[in-house]
């Protein structure tokens, strides 16, 4: 069984920083892709970061230059580093892999930043 858990949410202010982990167990956590992705209330799930099993990241456009997603194949976790947060910020964001052709999810962390 697949189960990813994030940590690390909470309070920030404007301009300020936070750093989610998220656990993984139930895969082989060195092949599979690892992803971050924010939902506020009344949107769609929308992709933050992702990194690849050799390392390579991609980001949205919102969140270059600011976050930074990392990963630690000896722990089986990955990191989002979320610097210079905005109030646009404030999302729930949920830990992602994509295993047997189906995506996983973990529960989700709040994060607020406050203006």
């Known amino acids: 069984q697949v189960r990813l858990v994030e940590s690390g949410g909470g309070l920030a202010q404007s301009g300020g920083s936070l750093r989610l982990s998220c656990a993984a167990s139930?895969?082989?956590?060195?092949?599979?892709?690892m992803g971050w992705y924010r939902q506020t209330p009344g949107k769609q799930r929308e992709l933050v970061a992702t990194?690849?099993?050799?390392?390579?990241?991609d980001y949205a456009d919102s969140v270059k230059g600011r976050f930074a997603i990392s990963r630690n194949n000896v722990r089986w976790t990955v990191s989002l580093q979320m610097d210079r947060l905005e109030p646009a910020d404030t999302a729930v964001y949920y830990c992602n892999t994509k295993f047997r052709g189906a995506d996983w999810w973990g529960r989700g962390t709040q994060v607020t930043v406050s203006s």
């Open positions: 139930g895969i082989n956590f060195r092949i599979h892709p």
């Open positions: 990194i690849s099993s050799t390392g390579d990241t």
